[in-house]
């Protein structure tokens, strides 16, 4: 426990700094726009699987509804009306679902996942957003045995998402959204990409162990989701008195 707490404050460490850099390269990019801030909070449900090609062309295979939970929050760089950059802690309840033969099979991830987006906002309130998501795990579960050392620590996902806001005023904001991610990497770890299988597949024939060729695992989820917004502070000019730029709240 006191490794993975460990390994999750480097990440979020790095999260930051990499965050602050960039913050600095947009606002010389975008000059003398104004820029501000606002807090969020996120809740997100929807559709999930971890995608196998051996066990989508398995017959016996058979996917079953499962869902991604997601909650946190976030924190955005307004450099204008219309663009954005977004970060993000989220806590992400992933499940998976087949069953083999008849016999249910549930896999249960939990992870926590750090995306990094950029916002585009429409004059109407729409927005569409893109950009990575970085993921640790923290636990897996194969029908309720642990299971976390079948998986690899840290996963690299694409994110696209669109929402449109739907109610507030002057400081607060609620926005309904869509998002997709979708992860790059195999989320196996590389001691159980063999026959053998993992939580995700394993032969369950002769044909399909005869015949058996390591495939790539994928997670990939769709949530609505919901998000309050709270906008906080600004970046103002300082008088001909006080030079330099300085932080102000609404």
Not at 19 to 46: E, R
Not at 51 to 62: E, M, Q, V
Request: aromatic share 16%.
């Amino acid at each position: 426990m006191f490794a993975q707490a460990t390994w999750n404050y480097k990440l979020l460490i790095l999260f930051m700094r990499k965050s602050i850099t960039l913050l600095f390269v947009l606002s010389a990019f975008f000059g003398k726009a104004q820029i501000w801030f606002d807090l969020g909070a996120k809740l997100g449900y929807g559709p999930s699987m971890s995608f196998n090609k051996n066990s989508f062309n398995n017959l016996d295979y058979s996917y079953k509804y499962a869902g991604a939970f997601l909650y946190g929050g976030k924190l955005s760089v307004n450099f204008n009306p219309n663009h954005a950059i977004v970060g993000e802690l989220l806590f992400n309840q992933f499940t998976h679902a087949v069953n083999v033969q008849g016999n249910p099979n549930k896999v249960n991830l939990k992870y926590m996942q750090i995306p990094v987006m950029y916002r585009n906002n429409s004059d109407n309130g729409g927005y569409t957003e893109i950009g990575v998501q970085f993921t640790t795990l923290n636990s897996a579960q194969f029908n309720g045995a642990d299971v976390t050392q079948q998986f690899v620590k840290s996963n690299y996902d694409a994110v696209l998402g669109f929402g449109q806001y739907i109610g507030g005023g002057n400081v607060f904001g609620l926005n309904l959204g869509l998002r997709i991610a979708y992860t790059l990497n195999d989320v196996i770890n590389a001691d159980y990409r063999t026959s053998l299988g993992n939580a995700i597949y394993a032969p369950n024939n002769a044909e399909s162990f005869s015949n058996f060729k390591y495939q790539a695992t994928h997670n990939v989820y769709v949530a609505a989701t919901l998000e309050l917004n709270f906008d906080f502070g600004y970046l103002a000019k300082g008088s001909n008195c006080h030079k330099g730029t300085r932080f102000k709240m609404f």
